[in-house]
C-alpha cells in the first residue's frame, strides 16, 4: 500500500495475492501452521507476509498454476499456453483493416 500511495496509486479493493502452492497458503493463513519441509532454518514466526495476512491487510488465496496471469511472465509458453495467458490479461486482437488510397 505503501508503494502504491507513493506512485499516486488509489486502489478500491484490498490487497489479494493469487498464490499456486498451497503449503505456503497455510502458512500464511493458518493460525498454528505446521511447515513440512527440509529448510530447517525457515522461521514462519517473523514473516512480514503472514503478519499482514493475519491482520487482514492482505488476502491470500489458492488458484491453480493456469489461472494466474503471472506465470506467463515467468516461464516460456507453448502457443496454446500463451492464448491462455493473454485471455487471462484480458488482452485481444484487433483487426488491422487495408487503408484505401
Not at 503449503?23 to 525457515?42: A, I, S
Not at 515467468?74 to 499456453?81: P, Q
Not at 500463451?82 to 483487426?95: A, C, N, S, T, Y
Request: aromatic share 6%; proline share 4%; glycine share 4%.
Amino acid at each position: 500500500m505503501r508503494f502504491f500511495k507513493a506512485i499516486g496509486l488509489c486502489l478500491d479493493k484490498d490487497i489479494e495475492i493469487w498464490c499456486d502452492n498451497q503449503q505456503t497458503v497455510g502458512l500464511l493463513t493458518k493460525l498454528d501452521p505446521k511447515l513440512k519441509t527440509k529448510l530447517r532454518h525457515v522461521d514462519i514466526h517473523h514473516h512480514w507476509l503472514r503478519q499482514e495476512v493475519q491482520e487482514g491487510n492482505i488476502q491470500i488465496t489458492w488458484r491453480p498454476t493456469n489461472e494466474i496471469p503471472a506465470d506467463g511472465m515467468t516461464k516460456a509458453l507453448m502457443a496454446l499456453n500463451h492464448q491462455d495467458f493473454v485471455k487471462l490479461l484480458g488482452m485481444r486482437e484487433i483487426p488491422i483493416y487495408a487503408r484505401s488510397e
